[in-house]
């Protein structure tokens, strides 16, 4: 079954670069007809769209962030990636990895990982 | 930005209809997304495409979208449907999450 799962530093400090990686398993990040989405959650708060790829590494980002993010895709690994640069603690979030079906929905999402921005 | 936006809670009885609205600029001309989410848990989706349920979702769930409201219906609530439940639509480049909403079943 396709399996979708975050990995990284769970601790960042101001200014410096948040980079997260999604692995995904079960599942081909080639495969066509699919994006590969980030979205973020703070706590008790909703959810934020951060940005997606397509294997053929075309991007989408969310304008509020797009001067600080980039997401890249290896294929050959099967997993794709989340910089995001000058952060400070409201950065700080749940950080979730996601398969996006084009207007299909998100329908697999991995567990969310935590990043902290403190010093 | 688009903007999405949601009631903050939604009460049901057991067994009763609980609606979640979601409103945004001409919402009807986009395909509406739902999702259901539970505390620490990731979102599952529950509803695409405004009204098409994703295999597993109960019947209980259904969806509509017109003008500048889409709307998640839940019939029969069940207190396994307490949760947060966000819309989502695309608009132009970008994805736009709704305000949330959270139901309690009680």
């Known amino acids: 079954q396709v399996q979708l799962q975050e990995s990284g530093p769970g601790l960042v400090k101001p200014s410096q670069t948040l980079s997260l990686t999604c692995t995904a398993s079960?599942?081909?990040?080639?495969?066509?007809?699919?994006?590969w989405s980030w979205v973020r959650q703070s706590a008790g708060k909703g959810l934020e769209w951060i940005g997606r790829?397509?294997?053929?590494?075309?991007?989408s980002y969310n304008p509020s962030l797009r001067s600080r993010v980039s997401i890249s895709v290896d294929t050959s690994k099967n997993l794709f990636s989340l910089n995001l640069r000058s952060v400070t603690a409201a950065d700080t979030a749940v950080y979730y990895c996601?398969?996006?079906?084009?207007?299909?929905?998100?329908?697999?999402w991995g567990p969310g990982a935590l990043v902290t921005v403190s010093s | 930005s688009y903007e999405l936006t949601q009631p903050p809670s939604v009460s049901v009885s057991p067994g009763q209809t609980a609606r979640i609205t979601c409103s945004g600029d001409?919402?009807?001309?986009?395909?509406v997304c739902w999702y259901q989410q539970k505390p620490n848990q990731s979102p599952v989706l529950v509803m695409y495409?405004?009204?098409k349920r994703p295999s597993g979702i109960p019947e209980r769930f259904s969806g509509s979208n017109s003008g500048n409201q889409a709307t998640l219906t839940i019939s029969g609530a069940q207190a396994a449907d307490e949760a947060d439940y966000y819309c989502?639509?695309?608009?132009?480049?970008?994805?736009?999450f709704g305000t949330g909403t959270h139901v309690t079943v009680l």
């Open positions: 495409q405004d009204n």
């Open positions: 989502q639509a695309w608009d132009i480049t970008t994805y736009a």
């Open positions: 079960g599942v081909s990040i080639s495969d066509r007809g699919y994006y």
């Open positions: 996601a398969r996006d079906r084009i207007a299909l929905g998100f329908d697999y």
């Open positions: 001409k919402l009807g001309d986009k395909d």
């Open positions: 790829i397509y294997n053929t590494g075309i991007t």
